[in-house]
């Protein structure tokens, strides 16, 4: 993207395919933190104008969970993750109740909270601009238009099940407490 002078700060299950497909990057797709770009290369992090796609964090665990439970991009890391969540659950709401903790969040990139993409340790957001799943079509359209891209952006990888299914009020819990600077930086109830 650097013909484009953007970095897509790409955070798991939030349209990354998408963007990367709009950009035509056949490369890998790497979900790299803020901090990975600005490390790597900071004149660019400081002049490129950087951007993310951010989710409704229930939403986003559901979709991570159905993406593994699929077997994900059945590499042998997917595939071991998927056994682990099946080994201590048997559903969506088992997953959150038995296997979703915070341990589980550091170790699965997956499931990491989003501020942790996005923001830094003093809660400061180091992407100058944040669009919406929920809104994307039209803020995409926006976006594209304000850095002199075309608009359309095509939706590549997106899962079959989008809403999550109901789950118990702890489950809901959980899910808050876990993700509360999602739901507190991000602007989510």
Known sequence: M??????????????????????????????????????SNPVFFESFHKFAIVREPAQRVFSAYNYIINGGNHSP?????????????ENFEQFV????????????TLFQPQVFYIYDRHYKCRVDTILYYENLDSEWSAFSKSQNWHAQL?????????????ISASAQAKI???????????GYQ
């Open 77 to 89: 890391s997917d595939l071991e993750l998927k056994a682990y969540i099946e080994s201590g659950s």
């Open 154 to 166: 095509p939706w590549e990888n997106k899962g079959r099940i989008t809403k999550v299914v109901d």
């Open 97 to 108: 109740e038995n296997v979703l903790d915070h341990d589980f969040l550091l170790f699965q």
């Open 2 to 39: 650097i013909k484009n002078k953007c970095l897509f700060v790409h955070i798991p299950k939030n349209a990354g395919s998408s963007v990367l497909k709009f950009f035509d990057d056949k490369g890998y797709r790497w979900h790299a933190k803020w901090f990975d770009f600005f490390e």
């Open 176 to 186: 808050k407490t876990l993700y509360q600077k999602d739901y507190e930086f991000l």
